[in-house]
C-alpha cells in the first residue's frame, strides 16, 4: 500500500503566492512544499525534473483556472446603480418609472 493508499483523507494544501506562483505540499511527505510558477510552467519537485511535468503543477494550473472563471463571471455582472440612482430606484414606488407618477 502506498502513502498515498493510505492517506486518502489527507489533502495537500496549496498556497498562492503571487501573480501566478504557488506553494503546493507534497502529497507523500507533509513537511514538503514545492514551488510552482505558472509562468515558466515548471515546478521544483523531482518528478517534473525527470518526467516535465507533475500533479503539483497539474492541481495549481486547475486553481489558477478557476480564479480565471471567477474573474471573468464577475466582470460580466452588470452594474449596480450608485449615488442618487441608487437612492431614487430604492424609494421610487414599484411599477412606475421616474415621472410617470399617476398623480
Same mark, same amino acid.
Given at each position: 500500500?502506498?502513502?498515498?493508499?493510505?492517506?486518502?483523507?489527507?489533502?495537500?494544501?496549496?498556497?498562492?503566492?503571487?501573480?501566478?506562483?504557488?506553494? #503546493?505540499?507534497?502529497?507523500? %511527505?507533509?513537511?514538503?512544499?514545492?514551488? #510552482? %510558477?505558472?509562468?515558466?510552467?515548471?515546478?521544483?519537485?523531482?518528478?517534473?525534473?525527470?518526467?516535465?511535468?507533475?500533479?503539483?503543477?497539474?492541481?495549481?494550473?486547475?486553481i489558477e483556472d478557476e480564479r480565471e472563471a471567477a474573474a471573468r463571471t464577475?466582470?460580466?455582472?452588470?452594474?449596480?446603480?450608485?449615488?442618487?440612482?441608487?437612492?431614487?430606484?430604492?424609494?421610487?414606488?414599484?411599477?412606475?418609472?421616474?415621472?410617470?407618477?399617476?398623480?
Amino acid at each position: 500500500m502506498t502513502t498515498l493508499e493510505k492517506n486518502k483523507t489527507y489533502r495537500p494544501e496549496i498556497v498562492r503566492i503571487g501573480e501566478r506562483m504557488y506553494w #503546493v505540499q507534497s502529497a507523500t %511527505d507533509r513537511d514538503q512544499r514545492y514551488f #510552482v %510558477d505558472l509562468h515558466d510552467g515548471t515546478c521544483e519537485c523531482v518528478g517534473f525534473a525527470k518526467r516535465g511535468g507533475c500533479w503539483h503543477l497539474t492541481e495549481a494550473r486547475k486553481i489558477e483556472d478557476e480564479r480565471e472563471a471567477a474573474a471573468r463571471t464577475f466582470d460580466r455582472r452588470p452594474a449596480r446603480p450608485s449615488g442618487m440612482a441608487a437612492l431614487i430606484e430604492a424609494f421610487e414606488p414599484s411599477g412606475f418609472a421616474t415621472g410617470d407618477y399617476p398623480f
